[in-house]
């Protein structure tokens, strides 16, 4: 008599498979039922998974336009350079960027100074004691600020910082006593330019700043050696970019604008979206 069994795998009771049960299918994200990546494949990075949404979307809403031809598939078909010139024009005709105004432009010189200041550039060192995985942060920051303090004293000797450099940095800088030459906004990481440049008090000027920052890579103790101010153009000569700048500004609350009212009609399954501007169009 010929009977069956309830075990999973290929049917032989001498398989390693014997009575293993299916892996469980990985959830497919998909817009408006379609599909952004093959049914039982690992999906791709979450990165990856989003550039797809939004390529998706937009397709879509051109095929809804009549701009692209309906095709009967279940997964997203990739986009050709002729498709995504098609949804270039799409978003031209509808996404308006508007010109900034003189008044606009003046209004933006006034309030980034900063930013449009050329020229500038600081002679600097540091001491890094780098956040790494698995170190104590707490620790790390006691004995930054230990350092700190020993060379905000008057009667610090010289050399000190230097030598200091040496023992405890963690930048390849430590080998020339800490010392990382001259720099310009655009070298430094936010948080030290925003320390270098930007800042009024006459305690951050020259000499070491009384206080850590703190950066993505751990905490600094800095010397100001040196400064050059810079300049600040004239209006006339930075117009054209101050105006290239807005309409870039523009165009993304548009585009981000636009991208809200597709996510917010399509129905999407296995991620969830922001209506931020895609990656597609940028």
Known sequence: MHTTTDTAGCGSGHCQCAGQAPAPL??????????LHEPGLPPPDEATLRELAWAELLRQQAVKAGLLPEQRVLTAPTLSEADRAVIEGMLDAAVATLEPTESECLRYYDSHRDELMVGQAVHVRHILFAVTPGVNVHALSLRAEAALLELSR???????????????SNCPSSAAGGDLGWVTPEECAPELANELFKQTDVRHGMGVHPRLIHTRFGFHIIEVLGQRRGKLPE??????????????????TALRQYMQLLVGQAHIEGLELEGSASPLVQ
Request: aromatic residues 4%.
């Open 235 to 252: 209006f006339g000569q930075v117009r054209e970019r101050i105006q290239a700048q807005l309409v870039l500004q523009s165009r993304a």
């Open 154 to 168: 008057k009667e610090v000797p010289a050399g000190r910082f230097e030598q200091l450099a040496a023992e405890l």
């Open 26 to 35: 990985t959830p497919v994200a998909t817009i408006n039922g379609i599909a």
